[in-house]
T-cell receptor, first 114, second 112 residues
Framework: DTGVSQNPRHKITKRGQNVTFRCDPI?????LYWYRQTLGQGPEFLTY????????KSRLLSDRFSAERPKGSFSTLEIQRTEQGDSAMYLC????????????FGQGTRLTVV | GNSVTQMEGPVTLSEEAFLTINCTYT??????LFWYVQYPGEGLQLLLK?????DKGSNKGFEATYRKETTSFHLEKGSVQVSDSAVYFC???????????FGTGTRLQVTL
């Protein structure tokens, strides 16, 4: 297992276009998280899944954002009608459930909206 | 709500100098505390963790002690190397969801 994998690594899109990112977690991990990191800031929580169920969504996740994890394995994050403010690094992490959670992060997808 | 405050960077040190990066937190309940490191061009990596008061996390020469009385989790290393140059993030989680709350990060630059 090579860890959490995210694709694409970089995405440049025009304002108003839709984009979709993919995350493949560590295979035995049942929890999957999405975070957003803007320049000079720490990652901010967006949403998390336990298996295929989306259990929590941040207020940061506007109605233009949707995330899925259809079979409890990989996940996709879609942003519709992108805006320049959506430019950021989108990070995916996975973990095993338990009393102490160590989240393992992917390298992220850097989105630039022009 | 939960929050993490880190000292602002960048921190510039000479090789073999002593490092301290301050981190304080506010949390409901009893958080677990973490330090993550982000090397240039790479993803976040867990550096160390502590799950209860007075626990000391350590890894690769770095240490941090969970101080409940001062709500702090300062990162220390006795002798830094050029290869330690990176951005360091303090983080916590609470509750069953275990989502992480991060500080803003502190950039460390170590020079020869």
């Amino acid at each position: 297992d090579t860890g959490v994998s995210q694709n694409p690594r970089h995405k440049i899109t025009k304002r108003g276009q839709n984009v979709t990112f993919r995350c493949d977690p560590i295979s035995e991990h049942n929890r999957l998280y999405w975070y957003r990191q803007t320049l000079g800031q720490g990652p901010e929580f967006l949403t998390y899944f336990q298996n295929e169920a989306q259990l929590e969504k941040s207020r940061l996740l506007s109605d233009r954002f949707s995330a899925e994890r259809p079979k409890g394995s990989f996940s996709t994050l879609e942003i519709q009608r992108t805006e320049q403010g959506d430019s950021a690094m989108y990070l995916c992490a996975s973990s095993l459930g338990g009393s102490v959670i160590e989240a393992f992060f992917g390298q992220g997808t850097r989105l630039t909206v022009v | 709500g939960n929050s993490v405050t880190q000292m602002e960077g960048p921190v510039t040190l000479s090789e073999e100098a002593f490092l301290t990066i301050n981190c304080t937190y506010t949390a409901t309940g009893y958080p677990s505390l973490f330090w993550y490191v982000q090397y240039p061009g790479e993803g976040l990596q867990l550096l160390l963790k502590a799950t209860k008061a007075d626990d000391k996390g350590s890894n690769k020469g770095f240490e941090a002690t969970y101080r409940k009385e001062t709500t702090s989790f300062h990162l220390e290393k006795g002798s830094v190397q050029v290869s330690d140059s990176a951005v360091y993030f303090c983080a916590l989680n609470t509750g069953t969801a275990s989502k992480l709350t991060f500080g803003t990060g502190t950039r460390l630059q170590v020079t020869l």
